[in-house]
């Protein structure tokens, strides 16, 4: 497989954009000093995570994996179907990050209440 | 086998989810019982671990199926060895923690106290779990719900220093689980399974891959946030600085659940590439272990606060388990299983001394120690056993796994790491017994008259002093238990 094919590149599409997001996200972590703002930079990241997964499991021309249990078409034996698997597993993980999102976001508005700002340079001098 | 101890797997994870949804409910009618009921359902949680030891020391290991619905469709726990000992492990350590646990907790009011303890037991199952499931996604979910616990009660303490030490840990850990979840979605694209065994079936003829490469690295990277592996321990100091009365401790436990999924990854689910040496894995993870027992030895010597001190030297110790496992030979392994053991009990021990001597005198710093062992006779005698252990005095707890690991790079030919844990012990003495010295040497301050706890809350405490020595002393029990998970968990059976 060649790496440099401008077909193999296009055709990734997605991950390339996944991949995009997580270094915007990681930068947003890393270089913002609202508290806020980093966690949006972590949920930025789980975005694109997601995004990864879905793409891992779609199948070129697969259909959504449901079985029509009145319509059997035995002549269409090679229905393709996605992998639900991958999307599965994100529903659990939108639900982990929902809950790290609303702890944290209440974290935030406890330390704004206690020190009035939310500058992650001036509060880690208080640690 | 009966009902009950075919479905003991799932209830030693249930026991404690299913009370940490109640507890609040039943405290929203009933004031003041969070604490019992945390006691009887961790009480009732280690029974059920203690026959599930009893049956896999008997049978060899139980494998749980989720539903009946067997691997490569269903999701598995898999009670070896390794698991149920550790189980075993931090559910004791656990219960003599809530039994020490001083009701009400001064420190975070009324109100939260109920919090507080569903925090612990979500914990508690959380750790539980991690330490015996077979399945990877299934893993990434429980060290969510032990991350989510452990934030809560670390932001939980009195001033808002609890709070940022909090949201440290949280965009730390959260950073560590999203790459967690990366590695996961690239060794299951590359293999098609989440199930940690037919992962290591299929891994092999593909382990160059750099997918499978890749997938390895950002697992262990992920995990290593989880269990304060340098470098990125620096959560841990603050967290265990400003968390409350024992969250301490059970941050300890959930480190040592991390180790083990630690242990998982690298030789269950990658050992084969381990094997065929694609990558000197070992080599840097062994780097990565003695670099941490050397800076974090020395950063704990410059702490001034006990509970920073501390949680260098459990930075250090956990160097030390990477270093033994990443050895690769069955006495290392060993070494690395009893280690975490060992330790746990000795740190658990020095946390809650660490916590009795704030609640009783007020103390926080390394100074503040003159003449407490005449005035804290008892705290201090357990304070000075536990240390004991953990710097590794002859027949100690401690002492006995540092020696396995040592041995180990000694027979692997790794010289300087055996250097490294000679080194690393002269640098705990160094940091241990200037406090134990100024308690036994120094005359007690005349103005404050500290005394030791209540009796209720001293016997846990001596408990896990007076085990953190004995277990040197009666290695043969742990070890019994020890050899064949390290074996069960080495390729080929370790021979």
Known sequence: ?127 | MSAITLHLPILIVLIPFVAAYLLPVISYFIEGWARRITLIAVGGTLLSALMLLAEVAASGPVTYHLSGIAPPLGIAFETDYLGITISVVILAIGLLTILYAQDPITEIGGRKTVFFYTAILLAVGAMQGIVICADIFTLFILLEILAIAMYGLVALGGDGRGLLAGYKYLLIGSAGSAFILIGIGFLYISTGTLNMQLMAEILPPISSSWTVLAGIALLIAGLSTKTGLFPLHIWMPDAYAYAPSIAPVISTLALKAGLVALIRIIYTVSGPVITVDQVPLQSILALLGALAIVVCSIMAIRQIDIRKMFAYSSGANIGCVVLGMSIGTLAGLEGAILLIITHALAKACLFLCADVLLIQAGIRTIFQFRGLGQTMPYTMGAFSMAAISIIGIPLSGGFMSKVYVANAAIDSGLWIYAGTILFWTLLTALYFFRIINSAYFDEPDQRTRPHDPRRMNLIPIMTLAVASILIGFLVEIPMDLIRPAAMLLLPGGGI
């Not at chain 1, 991950?15 to 609202?34: E, F, T």
Request: proline share 4%; net charge negative.
């Open chain 1, 1 to 127: 497989m060649n790496y440099l094919d401008p077909g193999f590149i296009l055709g990734h599409y997605n991950y390339w954009v996944s991949i995009v997001l997580i270094m915007i996200g990681l930068y947003a972590m890393i270089a913002k000093r609202n508290l806020i703002k980093k966690f949006i930079g972590l949920n930025i990241i789980e975005t694109a995570i997601f995004l990864f997964y879905i793409s891992l499991g779609d199948v070129e021309g697969g259909v959504a994996p449901i079985f029509p249990k009145d319509a059997i078409d035995l002549s269409q034996e090679t229905i393709l179907y996605a992998n639900p698997l991958p999307s599965a597993m994100m529903l659990t993980a939108i639900v982990v990050t929902l809950c790290m999102t609303a702890l944290a976001l209440s974290f935030a508005v406890l330390i704004y209440r206690q020190y009035g700002t939310l500058d992650a340079r001036r509060l880690m001098e208080e640690l």
